[in-house]
């Protein structure tokens, strides 16, 4: 593939390291994070301990991987404030041992939950819990962040999730809800984000240097002026030959860029029932984005410099094709296979686009709609097939 260059190269780079500019993150996040509380216990708390009402910690706890919890949150509304410390396992590894668990609370705020087999983690059975992570680290744990309750909803804020098997998931079969991530950086996660029956949205975060930055199994996903960077594949999507489906993933004014791979090599094609990417930079990605979907809405995209561009195509099974929606106004240049291919007999209806410089086709739509406006010129395998495009 091509070497990254110019100022796509220079616009990715800046983005990665300032973030997303102060007029996008304004009024995002609500503001009581950080709000007040009277705390009434927190220099006396020992591992294995459940607290009760608001409480702050003094000192690191240390806590044997034999426990049944290092701590345990079980009053309304109330407040665990680590204080800046670490809760950490000590002892062997194993696959019971939890950190922080949450049978009723409000929040868990301020420091680091390292080492075990679930960092934070509510009960089974909860049906109406809501639940904030402010100002984390959740650290080197099999699963970061788990809800193991039929109905919860988590607010993850400006927290560090790294070194996990699983930044976050639920438990198989077993639980609902919600993760709503914001100002977060996932990294060195063997997946940050697993959808099973959950919704994930994720707003003005950062995944660099994961295995997969998610895998939408059930569910959905949707990430928006966010960052997805130097990971091993971006996420999976696959077409379950159960009763599972991924109902969305959605990008929204997001970076994707220097991943191996869309998808990994066991499953390569993504398989939502609809894919949405709205205004997002795709660049120097190993491989092209393969989509099999019901339904589509790709608009003001840019693909530049990747392997291939875009490819659409029928998704097979239940609910099946053909494939749908609008491809519209978006710029494929200079990827090193196609820059748009709709496998037929797929028939979005493809408006307003710009094919230049692809190694393959420019545009390759057999069975698509002609929405007019397409342009196309210099690409190696011809400009248009199904289409008509005119060079300016």
Not at 344 to 368: E, K, Q
Request: charged share 15%; glycine share 10%; with cysteine.
């Amino acid at each position: 593939m091509k070497h990254t260059r110019g100022f796509v190269v220079a616009m990715a780079v800046t983005t990665l390291l300032t973030g997303v500019p102060e007029a996008q993150a304004r009024d995002t996040v609500p503001t009581d994070a950080e709000a007040p509380v009277v705390y009434t216990g927190g220099t006396t708390v020992r591992c294995g301990d459940t607290i009760t009402e608001h409480t702050k910690l003094t000192r690191d706890l240390y806590c044997p991987s034999s426990a049944p919890f290092a701590l345990q949150l079980d009053g309304p509304g109330i407040v665990l404030d680590l204080g800046g410390y670490t809760v950490r396992r000590t002892g062997p590894v194993n696959f019971t041992s939890q950190g922080i668990v949450v049978a009723n609370g409000r929040m868990v705020r301020n420091g680091t939950v390292q080492g075990f087999a679930s960092g934070i983690t509510t009960t089974s059975g909860e049906t109406s819990l809501n639940l904030r992570l402010h100002a984390l680290a959740i650290l080197d744990n099999s699963i970061g962040v788990y809800n193991r309750a039929s109905a919860a909803n988590f607010l993850i804020t400006e927290c560090r999730v790294s070194g996990n098997s699983f930044g976050m998931r639920g438990e198989i079969d077993a639980s609902s809800g919600s993760f709503d991530v914001r100002s977060s950086v996932f990294t060195h996660n063997e997946f940050a984000m697993l959808a099973d029956f959950h919704a994930i949205d994720v707003l003005d975060s950062t995944f660099t240097s994961n295995g997969s930055a998610f895998n939408c199994w059930d569910g959905l996903v949707r990430i928006r002026s966010s960052t997805i960077a130097w990971n091993d594949s971006v996420g999976e999507i696959r077409n379950d030959p159960g009763f599972r489906t991924c109902n969305e993933i959605r990008f929204e004014n997001t970076l994707i860029a220097n991943n191996a791979a869309f998808a990994p090599a066991s499953e390569p094609v993504w398989n939502p029932l609809k894919l949405s990417m709205i205004d997002s930079l795709v660049v120097s990605n190993g491989t092209g984005l393969e989509a099999a979907a019901v339904n589509v809405y790709v608009d003001g995209n840019t693909f530049y410099d990747n392997a291939s561009g875009l490819t659409l195509s029928d998704r097979a099974g239940f609910p099946s094709g053909p494939l749908t929606g609008i491809v519209r106004g978006n710029q494929f240049l200079s990827n090193d296979g196609d820059g748009l291919r709709v496998e037929p007999p797929s028939t979005p209806t493809v408006i307003n686009n710009v094919a230049l410089g692809n190694a393959g086709f420019g545009i390759y739509a057999p069975t698509a709609f002609d929405g007019g406006g397409n342009v196309a010129r210099n690409n190696t395998a011809g400009n248009c097939v199904g289409i008509v495009c005119a060079l300016y």
